[in-house]
């Protein structure tokens, strides 16, 4: 006589569909924590070093030499770079496991780049000036700033770190028709080699090869992937035009339909 | 007077750093190494501060902070978020949670100075 199996007495193999949710839950939880463990793992010795760096060169513990202070100033600055990778590697990872959502609210363009502007600190060893070419009327749209802001900054700061001489220029325009926001950074000096160019602009190109991770991180690539990721996030995409010579820009389009003030 | 700070930390190399930090920047220390020591010692020493690790095993800083903006007593404690969490949104899950600033691991002693005074300097002008 035959009677329905009870869940027990299923074969191992077989999982219900609960069981699946429940295992897939388990696993972003995994990698959510995962992420938290390695910022605090990453993050926490490098405040030892650059805590100490930063006294002993304040010569908080005592007199030093003119030798060791600029040697502890390289110390910090090269301490600095490597936790300007970690923030990337890490962030990179949380876009990668989709750990980070968007979240949209309504901004005026206009508003949101006064501000960057005004937050804007330069490279502290340079002269430097960022050309800075909007309209005052640009519309309120729906979008995530916060990533959008990160995107440019990213942009900015590479452009900036890499421009030995020359300008780097932000503009910013809205078009209705297509109901999408165009932003541009662009320098007069970085050449981009044609198969970062390729991998930035394709948008199938597949994001999670390591050849593609590679490329838009390594070198002039750094932070790319973020911003190429971000990107894509918000419903947008990134291509970059570049020139021997004549340096390149980034175009980050983005959409949101303009909302009536 | 000195002004005094809860520093609120449980890993040992942390706790050295800061608290040399603290000390060469003119304040005296006092140390709990979870969160429910912080709110015992926020509520019982009554500081005019609190630097607030958030990754804590038993009760995290976020715990922490909530139930030391319930005490009436505690409520108006600063607090500022020192912490490894340093993903985008988490500064501001930091505010929302009670806390009043928020830096990032790692920082120098410049850094937490600056955010100390801010906060400080915050506080007087609302009491005055």
Known sequence: ????????????????????????????????????????????????????????????????????????????????????????????????????????????????????????????????????????????????????????????????????????????????????????????????????VQAISEKSRQMDSSETILLLYGGVGLGLYIVKKSAAILGGEVRVESEPGKGSTFIVTIPGEAVPS | MKKRILLVEDDPGTIDVVGKELEFLGYEVTLAKNGIEAVALAASELPDLIVMDILMPSMDGLQAAAQIRKDP????????AATARAMPGDREKCLKGGCDDYIAKPFTHTELGAAIEGLLKNRSRRSL
């Open chain 1, 1 to 196: 006589m035959s009677r329905p199996l009870k869940a027990e007495e299923k074969s191992a193999g077989e999982k219900t569909l609960e069981q699946k949710i429940l295992e897939l839950e388990r696993a972003n939880q995994v990698k959510k924590e995962f992420l938290t463990i390695m910022s605090r793992e990453l993050r926490t010795p490098l405040n030892t070093v650059m805590g100490y760096t930063a006294m002993i060169k304040e010569k908080l513990l005592g007199e030093i030499n003119a030798q060791q202070e600029k040697a502890l100033a390289k110390v910090l600055s090269r301490a600095n770079d490597q936790l300007r990778i970690i923030q990337s590697v890490l962030y990179a990872s949380a876009l990668e496991s989709g750990e980070v959502k968007t979240e949209n609210h309504e901004i005026s363009l206009a508003d949101f780049l006064d501000n960057l502007r005004s937050s804007y600190k330069g490279p502290l060893d340079k002269e430097f000036k960022i050309h800075w070419d909007y309209p005052s009327d640009l519309p309120v749209v729906s979008t995530d700033s916060l990533k959008l802001r990160q995107i440019l900054e990213h942009l900015i700061e590479n452009a900036v770190r890499f421009t030995a001489k020359g300008r780097v220029t932000l503009s910013a325009r809205y078009s209705p028709g297509t109901k999408t926001a165009e932003f541009k950074v662009a320098d007069t000096s970085i050449e981009i080699p044609k198969e970062v």
């Open chain 2, 73 to 80: 007593k505690t409520k108006d404690i600063p607090i500022l």
